[in-house]
Nanobody, 127 residues
Framework: QFELVESGGGLVRPGGSLRLACSSS????????LGWFRQAPGKEREGVAC????????TYADSVLGRFTISRDNAKDTLLLQMYSLNAEDTAVYYC????????????????????WGQGTQVTVAS
């Protein structure tokens, strides 16, 4: 059982940066694949980045590649998303998610692989 809680969202100017965090109050995140997703107003939820538990392999959406970094802080049992060079198109509610079973590789294209979701944190990029 995972109760995921995101934090770190807020209002940032274009070109700015934010770091999102996701933690679980129930179970350790050490042995599950994890992902970040986002949903902008009027749009479907989309994958941003994911990381495997086995070897911390990562996958990124093309739109964030080179600007966002997903990582695990195992000491704090926390999932992180460091975001740089933010622009208006990054404005969305960001969700973390955990996949407790399935293939060892992670994916950002199949939301159905993720069994637990947080409530989301709003990121707004505006001047």
């Amino acid at each position: 059982q995972f109760e995921l809680v995101e934090s770190g969202g807020g209002l940032v100017r274009p070109g700015g940066s934010l770091r999102l965090a996701c933690s679980s109050s129930e179970s350790s995140l050490d042995y599950v694949n994890l992902g970040w997703f986002r949903q902008a107003p009027g749009k479907e939820r989309e994958g941003v980045a994911c990381i495997t538990y086995r070897d911390s392999s990562t996958t990124y959406a093309d739109s964030v590649l080179g600007r966002f970094t997903i990582s695990r802080d195992n000491a704090k049992d926390t999932l992180l998303l460091q975001m740089y060079s933010l622009n208006a198109e990054d404005t969305a509610v960001y969700y973390c998610a955990a996949a407790v079973s399935g293939p060892e590789n992670c994916t950002i294209d199949e939301l159905g692989r993720y069994h637990y979701w947080g409530q989301g944190t709003q990121v707004t990029v505006a001047s």
